[in-house]
C-alpha cells in the first residue's frame, strides 16, 4: 500500500489522550513552517510502548477534508533502526492487498474476499468463501491484529496492553473451529527489528492463555512481517512464532 496522501516529515514530542500527539514539523508543509507544532490524530488506542520517544522522527499524513479537526494523522515512527507503523487503520487493507496479490500464501485458493463479517454481536476482520455468501462450499474467517511492541531486542508481541476484545476475537475463532469452519489470527507486524512473534504473556497473561487453546483448537497463526518505509507499507513474509 502506498501512501495516498501528502507525507511530512517530523519529530514527536508528546502523546496524549490516546488519539493526540504534538508533532514538530521538520519541513514548511502548506501554511505550516519548519519547526512549529501542529497537533495530529493518532489512529492508535493501544500503549504504543516502544513504538515513541520524544525526539523521534515521524512521518504524519495530511487530509484537508473539510470534515476533519485535524489534519495531520500520524502514520509512523522511526528508532533509528526501523519504521514502525503505529496507524492500525493500516493492517486491514493491506490484508486484504497481500491475500488478493497471493503474498499471503495460506490464504489462497478462495473466490471472495470480504473485509468484516459479522458474527455474533461483533465482526471478524476478514471473510473469505468460495459460492454463495449464504451456502458457501469452503470458507475462512480471519482476524488481524497490528503488531508494534518489541521485547527483548528481537520479539515481537501482542497485545501492548490488557485487550478484552482481542481475547473475544480468540474465543470466537476458537468457537468457528469446533463448527468445523476454518480460522486464523493474521498478526501483521510493522516493524523491521524482530524475527519472531510471542503472546505478550506478561502485560496480558489471559490473551496467551486463551491464543494457546486456540492454537490447539486448530486456529492458526499466520505472523507476517511488513516492508516499511518513507512510501508506503506492504506485506511480506511469514516470521516463526513460540507460544
Known amino acids: 500500500m502506498k501512501f495516498d496522501k501528502p507525507i511530512v516529515k517530523g519529530v514527536i514530542l508528546k502523546r496524549y489522550k490516546r488519539f493526540l500527539a504534538d508533532i514538530e514539523l521538520s519541513e514548511d508543509h502548506g501554511e505550516h513552517k519548519k519547526g512549529e507544532v501542529i497537533t495530529a490524530h493518532t489512529a492508535n488506542t493501544g500503549s504504543m510502548k516502544t513504538c515513541w520517544e520524544p525526539g523521534w522522527p515521524v512521518l504524519i499524513s495530511f487530509n484537508d477534508s473539510p470534515t476533519r479537526k485535524l489534519k495531520y494523522s500520524l502514520e509512523m515512527t522511526h528508532n533509528g533502526k526501523t519504521w514502525i507503523g503505529v496507524n492500525t487503520a493500516i493492517p486491514n487493507k493491506i490484508s486484504v492487498e497481500a491475500i488478493a ?142 507460544l
Not at 209 to 214: S, V
Open 101 to 242: 496479490d497471493g503474498t499471503i500464501k495460506e490464504l489462497q485458493g478462495y473466490e471472495t474476499i470480504k473485509p468484516e463479517a459479522k458474527i455474533g454481536k461483533s465482526r471478524i476482520d476478514i471473510y473469505l468463501y468460495d459460492g454463495d455468501k449464504k451456502a458457501p462450499t469452503k470458507q475462512c474467517y480471519v482476524e488481524v491484529k497490528n503488531v508494534t511492541m518489541l521485547q527483548d531486542e528481537r520479539r515481537a508481541i501482542f497485545p501492548d496492553g490488557v485487550s478484552e476484545r482481542g481475547q473475544k476475537h480468540l474465543k470466537e475463532l476458537i468457537s468457528l473451529k469446533e463448527q468445523g469452519i476454518r480460522a486464523c489470527m493474521l498478526y501483521i507486524i510493522q516493524r523491521r527489528d524482530v524475527e519472531i512473534f510471542a503472546p505478550a504473556i506478561e502485560i496480558d497473561p489471559e490473551y496467551a492463555r486463551l491464543l494457546k487453546e486456540a492454537h490447539k483448537a486448530g486456529v492458526e497463526i499466520l505472523p507476517y512481517q511488513c516492508l516499511i518505509d518513507e512510501n508506503g507499507v506492504q506485506v511480506e513474509k511469514l516470521l516463526p512464532y513460540e
